[in-house]
C-alpha cells in the first residue's frame, strides 16, 4: 500500500497529527545528519515528500469541504480539542485511582 493510500482515508484532525509527527521527526533526522549522527541523508527526502503529501492531502480535504458547504476547523480548534481530551483522560485516570 502507497503512502497516499494509506492517508486518504483519515481524517483533516488526524492528518495533521501526522503532519505534526513527520515534521518533528524531520528535525530530528535533520539535526543527526548535520551533526554527523546519521548517514543516511535519503531519510530527510523521503521525510520533506511525507510531509509534502500530507499538506496536499490536507488542502484537498478542506477544499472539499468547503465546496459541500462545510468548513474546516481553524488551526487552533484541533489543539485546543486535543489538550481538553487530555485533560478529561487525566481526570479520569485520578478518579479511578481513588
Given at each position: 500500500?502507497?503512502?497516499v493510500q494509506s492517508l486518504t482515508g483519515l481524517t483533516i484532525e488526524d492528518l495533521k497529527i501526522k503532519l505534526a509527527v513527520a515534521k518533528k521527526e524531520y528535525g530530528v533526522t535533520r539535526f543527526h545528519v548535520l551533526s554527523g549522527q546519521e548517514k543516511a541523508v535519503h531519510k530527510l527526502k523521503k521525510l520533506k515528500k511525507t510531509i509534502a503529501v500530507?499538506?496536499?492531502?490536507?488542502?484537498?480535504?478542506?477544499?472539499?469541504?468547503?465546496?459541500?458547504g462545510k468548513l474546516p476547523k481553524e488551526e487552533g480548534e484541533v489543539e485546543k480539542e486535543v489538550e481538553k481530551k487530555a485533560e478529561e483522560t487525566k481526570l479520569k485516570n485520578k478518579e479511578s485511582e481513588k
Open positions: 500500500m502507497s503512502l500530507i499538506l496536499t492531502l490536507i488542502t484537498e480535504k478542506k477544499n472539499s469541504s468547503i465546496e459541500k
